[in-house]
């Protein structure tokens, strides 16, 4: 089973816009994090923001923020104010830290697209 | 250095031939990641350092595919025997341990095309 799922392959937002990026996990992990990063077509992967599963308050980071809705398994990036700059493949992704390694697993990403 | 440097940025090499790609990580990171990226999915976990030993493996896809970190800095991921289907973006990342919150910093990868 995917641990991190997707759904919205690519999505296009008008300039000044908010836009909701979608992503569901599956973990029976107590404790883990979530993080999403950002991929410009240059292709370095930027960290935007993260959120604890023990976290009370949702996750904000200037004009990101962080949906969490733990019971339904879901973390939802919000960007406000979009600008033409915010164009680029979104990936969600989580640790486990119960499990072994530690490791980031990441969705398949979103790609998104700003109109001026 | 300020960031994690991975070379070389692109390699095109021949189905069959033996390839070495480099990253070297932010100073005093500890931890030290291996993901592959092809085109148009998600980063897929592939080997983790913890200092100078894998801590894990479980992503290398089969035995053709080693990496090792003999001084707990720089990493190199090599390749035996390349097929088609290696072709891919191999990113590295680092961070300051491998636990909870510490947040990985990627490097811009190297795109690897084997012909």
């Known amino acids: 089973a995917q641990k991190i799922t997707q759904t919205q392959p690519g999505m296009f937002v008008q300039e000044k816009e908010a836009v909701t990026l979608d992503c569901t996990y599956d973990?029976?992990?107590?404790?883990?994090?979530l993080f999403w990063y950002k991929q410009p077509s240059s292709g370095e992967m930027i960290f935007l923001i993260y959120q604890g599963s023990y976290d009370q308050q949702n996750a904000t980071e200037g004009r990101y923020s962080l949906n969490f809705q733990k019971a339904r398994k879901s973390a939802n990036l919000v960007i406000s104010a979009s600008q033409l700059g915010d164009s680029a493949m979104y990936f969600c992704?989580?640790?486990?830290?119960?499990?072994?390694?530690?490791?980031?697993?990441f969705g398949g990403g979103t790609r998104v697209l700003v109109k001026p | 250095g300020a960031g994690v440097s991975q070379t070389p940025s692109n390699k095109v090499t021949e189905k069959g031939k033996y390839v070495e790609l480099r990253c070297d990580p932010i100073s005093g990171h500890t931890a030290l990641y291996w993901y592959r990226q092809s085109l148009g999915q998600g980063p897929e976990f592939l080997i983790y350092f913890q200092g100078t030993g894998a801590a894990d493996d479980s992503g290398l896809p089969n035995d053709r595919f080693f990496a090792v970190r003999p001084e707990g800095s720089v990493s190199t991921l090599k390749i035996q025997r390349t097929e088609r289907g290696d072709s891919a973006v191999y990113l590295c990342?680092?961070?300051?341990?491998?636990?909870?919150?510490?947040?990985?910093?990627f490097g811009a990868g190297s795109r690897l095309t084997v012909l």
């Open positions: 992704a989580m640790r486990e830290f119960k499990a072994a390694g530690n490791k980031l697993t």
């Open positions: 973990t029976s992990d107590p404790s883990y994090g």
């Open positions: 990342a680092s961070s300051t341990d491998s636990s909870g919150a510490n947040v990985l910093t």
